[in-house]
């Protein structure tokens, strides 16, 4: 890999922010597939392949906001202005791509690898899509509990929503990441 290669890899780990304010365009499906793809290849012990994407599309905002509200009212919210709250979480971004790990069972590969190796593949998901100028923002809030939405999605109770990914573009600039002092974070073991 060229220098210039290099550096343009590192600007694009070190830039990434999460956004909060997204509005259109969100990826078309060859740039979504690209970023699947760049997800698809995180480290999985024995290949496992625990994690699962769904997308919910524009037009399925609405639709998936009554499916949140759903949700909530399955942990016991019963307050009105929080379960209409929660059918407008969806129009925060154009697009958003739910996370699941579909927990297996296996001798050598215990459950809380197949979650990290979900974080590592969202992150891949984050890195392509803001690689080919898009942002996002990694969530989660109290529905992702909801035993009620993971059945709905195809899971166990054990199973994980590990994040709902909300995807668009960048609505402002935001300022650059602050430099981040790694000394603070990171040691050289000796015996
Ligand atoms: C698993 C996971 C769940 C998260 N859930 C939320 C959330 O529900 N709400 C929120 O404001 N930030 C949440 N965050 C944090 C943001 O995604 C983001 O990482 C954080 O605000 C730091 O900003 P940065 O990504 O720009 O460094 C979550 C992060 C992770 C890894």
Redesign the pocket.
Known sequence: MTESAIQIIHQNIHQ?????QLVEPAPSTEQLELAFQAALTAPDHHRLKPTRFVVVSGEQRGAFGEVLAKALADLGETDPAQLERVKQHPFRAPLLILALTQLQDHPKVPHFEQILST?AA?QNLLLSLQAQGFST?????AVVESNWLKQHLGLQPRDLI???IYVGTAAKVIAP?ADIESKEFVKVWQA
Request: net charge positive; proline share 0%.
């Open positions: 990434r922010q999460s956004i909060g974080g969202v923002m990694w969530r989660s809030g590990s994040g709902i990441r």
